[in-house]
Every structure is written in C-alpha cells, then in structure tokens.
C-alpha cells in the first residue's frame, strides 16, 4: 500500500482504538477496519461494532465519510446484538448514527437479522466473488464458509480482511450454531489456496497478531495444513 495509492485502509483495536472504557470489548479483542478511497474520501467499516460513535469518530478525524458496511459473518461480537447477556452495539446504532447500506453474505442474513433486530429491507444480500466500489477502490467478497455458513473474507489490493476465517494463529470456532468443520477444512485448504503467499491477512481478533502474510500462515499456523484436519474430530 504506497502512500501513491488511493487506498485508504485503518485497522481498529478494540479497547485500544474503540470501546476504551468496555471491559468486555478490550477482552474480545477484536478488530474492525475502514476501507476506502483517500480520493473521495469515502470508506466502508468492516465488522462494526461495540463503540460505534468512536468507530465514526475515528473515520472523520482522518476526513473520510462512511458510505457502508460490510459484516464478515452474524456473530455479535462483529455487527451488533446480545452476546453472554451483554448488548453490542453494532449495525442497528451504525443506521441510526450515520445511515448506509448493511452487506452481508446471503448465507448468514436469517442469523443477522436474528441477532441485530434488522429488516430485510435494511440489508444488501451479498455472494461470493460481488465486487463492491468505493470510489476507485474495489473490495471483492469471498465466501469462506464454516465458522458461519456465510462467513466471508475481504480482499482489496494486497490484502485480504477474514474476520474469524482465519487468525494468525488458529482458525474461527466450528462448534457454534451454523459452524461445520468439513466446511471449514474446504475454506482453509482449498478455497484460500489460491491466495500469493504476499498477500497479507488482517484477522477478526488479534489472536496471535494483527497481520500475517499467506505465505508464514502457510508454514506457522497449523489450521492451513490439511493433515490437522483429517486428525481433528
């Protein structure tokens, strides 16, 4: 990412960036991004949640404008809901703070209207390989189920985004409602495979890192090899 291009692209911490005084957003450690054209100073946030006034905020002290966001998958730790009996903000406050089109992978819409109290109508249903502009910056969607049945990745430029796809150490859950480890096992060792080996991960929770490139995850995470799962039960 030269600073020629108009890539526009801000990784948050939780509990560091977002959330400060939530004791239970700095232990989830979770990431969410703001994606977008340094041009048109417009962006896209991915995976919204927690803190959405210190999400925006953080957008606008660098002059961007959000125009979207995007949810990698339902859970509500990424886009918003009751979570251990806590209540996430997430997209319902992002709607109602600076409204923009909500997309989501098909395959999980049912969960994500479940657990955020959303309309049909307020979201963008989206498949695999939809291309999403923000100004001259194109996001491709990559389905990479198994940690949710819609569970998706982000690729723009040299990176991917992959929520709880993938962490630089270790793998999202498959033992949660709509997780599949079969699924799961496609996603890491066929469907990613054919991402360079420079191309950098930025995960969902800073679990091991907050980047890798595909080529380390290749020969440090264990989830990327296909003999671990055919020894997983």
């Known amino acids: ?13 939780a509990g560091r960036d977002f959330g400060r005084q939530n004791p239970v957003c700095a232990q989830m450690e979770n990431f969410i991004y703001l994606v977008g054209d340094k041009g048109t100073r417009e962006c896209v946030v991915i995976d919204p949640a927690w803190a959405i006034d210190d ?12 125009v979207g966001a995007l949810g990698t998958h339902y859970h509500p730790d990424h886009i918003g809901g009751s979570m251990m009996g806590f209540n996430v903000e997430g997209f ?11 997309h989501v992978h098909r395959a999980d819409a049912e969960f994500v209207r479940k657990v955020t109290g959303l309309s049909p109508s307020d979201l963008q249903l989206r498949e695999g390989h939809d291309k999403i502009a923000v100004g001259s910056v194109e996001i491709e969607w990559l389905h990479t189920p ?3 049945p819609g569970s998706s990745c982000f690729r723009v ?3 991917l985004v992959a929520g709880d796809t993938l962490f630089c ?5 498959v033992d949660l409602p709509g997780g599949d480890k079969n699924e799961m096992m496609r996603t890491l060792t066929q469907r990613l495979s054919t991402i360079p080996d420079d191309t950098v991960m930025y995960p969902g929770h800073n679990y091991g890192g907050s980047k890798a490139d595909f080529g380390w995850l290749r020969k440090n995470n264990p989830m990327m ?9």
Do not use: W
């Open 1 to 13: 990412m030269s600073a020629e291009s108009p890539l526009y692209f801000k990784q948050l911490l």
């Open 55 to 66: 999400v925006v905020n953080a957008a606008e002290a660098d002059g961007m404008r959000i």
């Open 92 to 102: 319902a406050r992002l709607l109602s703070r600076h409204p923009c089109p909500l």
């Open 146 to 148: 198994g940690h949710t």
């Open 157 to 159: 430029a040299g990176a």
């Open 169 to 173: 150490q270790g793998c999202g859950r």
């Open 225 to 233: 090899d296909p003999g671990y799962f055919r020894n997983f039960r």
